[in-house]
T-cell receptor
Framework: AQSVTQLDSHVSVSEGTPVLLRCNYS??????LFWYVQHPNKGLQLLLK??????LVKGINGFEAEFKKSETSFHLTKPSAHMSDAAEYFC?????????????FGSGTRLSIRP | DAGVIQSPRHEVTEMGQEVTLRCKPI?????LFWYRQTMMRGLELLIY????????DSGMPEDRFSAKMPNASFSTLKIQPSEPRDSAVYFC???????????FGQGTRLTVV
């Protein structure tokens, strides 16, 4: 079985300061992990993905995430927040070695940026 | 490719009516997913298909919901009869491989009055 837990439902940072959105996962198999972003009243856009290659993954818009197997974590970071980063962020897990490969979303973290 | 295409974008219907949501996945993608998003419950996986075969429908809330995938390029999600609590945004997504990311459509915003 697989699951994903986003530890914060809401994070608020000042523009120009670092962003940290936390995610822990559980999976019976070696997982693929993803972060998606959803701006208000918009669809879901892939930010970055980990699929068993390099553990530090770079994504779009300056975001990064590090896969830490020992901690079962996949936290999302950005060195300097921008107003346009305000959105909902979803951590996603997928155990993908068979036809039974569902995609499970975390509950989401709403990121607010203070001017 | 135009991406995952969903129709309609918006649907307003009266309680008790039948509603059909449609999805065209990206060509060549073997997996298709239906999700429902609400403020209260977040993003819920309803059902997913592999090579047109339903693999897991444990997320389908009730017998009023049904999904089909008659061929590799088309899927439907039907609600009959619809109820106000079915109001939500319904997303369709597709992916190429069992370890790959999913590409999402723009969603269908369903309002049942």
């Amino acid at each position: 079985a697989q699951s994903v837990t986003q530890l914060d439902s809401h994070v608020s940072v000042s523009e120009g300061t670092p962003v940290l959105l936390r995610c822990n996962y559980s999976s019976s198999y070696s997982p693929s992990l993803f972060w998606y972003v959803q701006h208000p009243n918009k669809g879901l856009q892939l930010l970055l993905k980990y699929t068993s290659a390099a553990t530090l993954v770079k994504g779009i818009n300056g975001f990064e995430a590090e896969f830490k197997k020992s901690e079962t974590s996949f936290h999302l970071t950005k060195p300097s927040a921008h107003m346009s980063d305000a959105a909902e962020y979803f951590c996603v897990v997928r155990a993908g070695y068979s036809s039974a490969s569902k995609i499970i979303f975390g509950s989401g973290t709403r990121l607010s940026i203070r001017p | 490719d135009a991406g995952v295409i969903q129709s309609p974008r918006h649907e307003v219907t009266e309680m008790g009516q039948e509603v059909t949501l449609r999805c065209k996945p990206i060509s060549g993608h073997d997996y298709l997913f239906w999700y429902r998003q609400t403020m209260m419950r977040g993003l819920e996986l309803l059902i997913y298909f592999n090579n047109n075969v339903p693999i897991d429908d444990s997320g389908m809330p009730e017998d009023r919901f049904s999904a089909k995938m008659p061929n590799a390029s088309f899927s439907t999600l039907k609600i009959q009869p619809s109820e106000p609590r079915d109001s939500a945004v319904y997303f369709c997504a597709s992916s190429l491989r069992p370890d790959a990311e999913a590409f999402f459509g723009q969603g269908t915003r369903l309002t049942v009055v």
